[in-house]
T-cell receptor
Framework: GQNIDQPTEMTATEGAIVQINCTYQTSGFNGLFWYQQHAGEAPTFLSYNVLDGLEEKGRFSSFLSRSKGYSYLLLKELQMKDSASYLCAVRGRSRANQAGTALIFGKGTTLSVSS | SAVISQKPSRDICQRGTSLTIQCQVDSQVTMMFWYRQQPGQSLTLIATANQGSEATYESGFVIDKFPISRPNLTFSTLTVSNMSPEDSSIYLC???????????FGQGTRLTVV
């Protein structure tokens, strides 16, 4: 089965740095994704990690440790528009998808950025 | 990348009726999926839509309640059958173009059952 944990809510101020953690247990791990979702909108892709280490993309970075079943998303120079839900998702085998092609999502972290 | 068009974008339906949601992708994709997102919650995978064969459903979802079709590589439908207020949710279509690519999402169908 799949188990993905991330904090429910976080708050931060503009210009700050925030780290959103995600721990997972899954069979057949084949990559971890981070998505951003603003209220009322579809999720949008932020980052993908399949190997251990840090992936950097502008203000956003994501880290993966496969041995620890752990990832984090780092957001720098926070802006008000970064207020959103951040979803950690893993690609792994599920009951109905033994090929592991689907993404299984955690419950999401709601980030509130204040001025 | 892939652009996904999903319709209807929203609907209000009477209990006991059925609604079919359509999902069209602008490019040929190998994998399509359907998710449900209940208010204030994250995404729950309903099923994998397989082209030319039956969809495969996750625990808690059955074909009689959520029949899915995928007649070709770019189109899929999800029907929510015999609806009850508990089915009120956002239903999202998703597609992937390769095993090491991200998933793209449609804008979702916001369903309210009264």
């Amino acid at each position: 089965g799949q188990n993905i944990d991330q904090p429910t809510e976080m708050t931060a101020t503009e210009g700050a740095i925030v780290q959103i953690n995600c721990t997972y247990q899954t069979s057949g791990f084949n990559g971890l994704f981070w998505y951003q979702q603003h209220a009322g909108e579809a999720p949008t892709f932020l980052s993908y990690n399949v190997l251990d280490g840090l992936e950097e993309k502008g203000r956003f970075s994501s880290f993966l440790s496969r041995s620890k079943g752990y990832s984090y998303l780092l957001l720098k120079e926070l802006q008000m528009k970064d207020s959103a839900s951040y979803l950690c998702a893993v690609r792994g085998r599920s009951r109905a998808n033994q090929a592991g092609t689907a993404l299984i999502f955690g419950k999401g972290t709601t980030l509130s950025v204040s001025s | 990348s892939a652009v996904i068009s999903q319709k209807p974008s929203r609907d209000i339906c009477q209990r006991g009726t059925s609604l079919t949601i359509q999902c069209q992708v602008d490019s040929q994709v190998t994998m399509m999926f359907w998710y449900r997102q209940q208010p204030g919650q994250s995404l729950t995978l309903i099923a994998t839509a397989n082209q030319g064969s039956e969809a495969t459903y996750e625990s808690g979802f059955v074909i009689d309640k959520f029949p899915i079709s995928r007649p070709n590589l770019t189109f899929s439908t999800l029907t929510v059958s015999n609806m009850s207020p508990e089915d009120s949710s956002i239903y999202l279509c998703s597609a992937r173009t390769g095993v090491d690519t991200e998933a793209f999402f449609g804008q979702g169908t916001r369903l309210t059952v009264v």
